[in-house]
Structures are given as structure tokens and as C-alpha cells.
T-cell receptor, first 116, second 112 residues
Framework: SAVISQKPSRDICQRGTSLTIQCQVDSQVTMMFWYRQQPGQSLTLIATANQGSEATYESGFVIDKFPISRPNLTFSTLTVSNMSPEDSSIYLC?????????????FGQGTRLTVV | AQRVTQPEKLLSVFKGAPVELKCNYSYSGSPELFWYVQYSRQRLQLLLRHISRESIKGFTADLNKGETSFHLKKPFAQEEDSAMYYCALSGQWGASYDKVIFGPGTSLSVIP
């Protein structure tokens, strides 16, 4: 299993500013994932972050808007840049842990972002 | 293309009644299928996975490859089952781990 800590748990930000969300895992993992969950919506994958290489972004998400760092195997950050009210969402960090028979995704508690 | 659909956004059942949350998927290959649950004010957590063929909290889900479905079932709903349920898929076990794709979710409300 994996325990994930995300900081901050919530924030209210002014439009045009940036917020960096931190994700700390209690074990070394190869891949970390960042999701967004807009109000009343499902989880949408933003990007996959591998240690030592650039993040891979999903369609509709770009590095300039959501820069990601992955300095080591237990930590990652996601920055939401030049925020607008449309960026108000819950942002979740996730890791994949591969066991003997299958894989499982674990999630942080999420960061609830409100842009005003 | 990888896709997960859950046709019901909201589902209400009475306590003690059977419940079925529908899930269909499209995937080129043999994916791993999961059900995740999010209770009020709690983080998303795994409920069950198809490969384990397990029953968790009375819930079961059978993978039907012919119908590409993975419906979640429970014979007698309980009030504590009220939550948001997400069907999800990822790449096949044994291959390089793939991202998890989530369905839109079904909000289950169990009426006392």
C-alpha cells in the first residue's frame, strides 16, 4: 500500500496567481499521477509524472498551465498557473503500486482550490 | 479508445433492496477493471477489482467481456453504502502499469 499526503488541503486564490500543490508518498514509486475533479464531475487525468523525465500530459492539458516537478521517487508538485475561476477544482495526486497479482491506485486526500 | 461509461448519474434505492450500478467500457486489449468509492468527506478508495473476484462489503462485480460490462451489485443495500461510485480501468496486469481511466461516477443514495 501507499500513504499519500497532499498540501495544501484547500486554498482560495486570486485569479492570475499560481498555486503549487505538493504530494509526498511514504514509499518509492515509479509513476505518480495528477488528476482534476471539477465540481460534480469525475476524475480527469492531467498528467503522468515519472522521476527523471518530463511529465506526460493528457489531451487538453499543457505544461505551461500545469507545470509538474518530480525530483525524486517519493515527491511531486503540480502548479496551477495564471489561475482563473474555471480552475476551481479538487486536484488529486495518485500513485500506482504493483503487487504480485495486480496493481492498485492510491490517492491523496485532494487539494480543494477555489479561484476568485 | 479507452473509455468508461456509467449511465446513471444518480441512483436511489431503499434500504434492504438490491442495487446494481452499471458500468461499460471500451478498451483495445484486456484491461483491469476496478470499482472505487468515495464516501462523504473521505478520500477516494478502492472497493474491488475484477482480477481478485472478491466480495467487499457485500458488493460483487463480474466482468463480462462479451458485453464489455463490469456492473457492481449488492443484494441488500445498507444506509452506509450511500456514496459516489466510480468504475475505472487500467492496462492489463503484467504489462507496464497504465493510467487509471475513470467513469463519470454514480451517486448512490440508500433511503432508510
Amino acid at each position: 500500500s501507499a500513504v499519500i499526503s497532499q498540501k495544501p488541503s484547500r486554498d482560495i486564490c486570486q485569479r492570475g496567481t499560481s498555486l503549487t500543490i505538493q504530494c509526498q508518498v511514504d514509499s518509492q514509486v515509479t509513476m505518480m499521477f495528477w488528476y482534476r475533479q471539477q465540481p460534480g464531475q469525475s476524475l480527469t487525468l492531467i498528467a503522468t509524472a515519472n522521476q527523471g523525465s518530463e511529465a506526460t500530459y493528457e489531451s487538453g492539458f499543457v505544461i505551461d498551465k500545469f507545470p509538474i516537478s518530480r525530483p525524486n521517487l517519493t515527491f511531486s508538485t503540480l502548479t496551477v498557473s495564471n489561475m482563473s475561476p474555471e480552475d476551481s477544482s479538487i486536484y488529486l495526486c495518485s500513485v500506482a503500486v504493483q503487487g504480485v497479482m495486480n496493481t492498485e491506485a492510491f490517492f491523496g486526500q485532494g487539494t480543494r482550490l477555489t479561484v476568485v | 479508445a479507452q473509455r468508461v461509461t456509467q449511465p446513471e448519474k444518480l441512483l436511489s434505492v431503499f434500504k434492504g433492496a438490491p442495487v446494481e450500478l452499471k458500468c461499460n467500457y471500451s478498451y483495445s486489449g484486456s484491461p483491469e477493471l476496478f470499482w472505487y468509492v468515495q464516501y462523504s468527506r473521505q478520500r477516494l478508495q478502492l472497493l474491488l477489482r475484477h482480477i481478485s473476484r472478491e466480495s467487499i462489503k457485500g458488493f460483487t462485480a463480474d466482468l463480462n467481456k462479451g458485453e464489455t460490462s463490469f456492473h457492481l451489485k449488492k443484494p441488500f443495500a445498507q444506509e452506509e453504502d450511500s456514496a459516489m461510485y466510480y468504475c475505472a480501468l487500467s492496462g492489463q496486469w503484467g504489462a507496464s502499469y497504465d493510467k487509471v481511466i475513470f467513469g463519470p461516477g454514480t451517486s448512490l443514495s440508500v433511503i432508510p
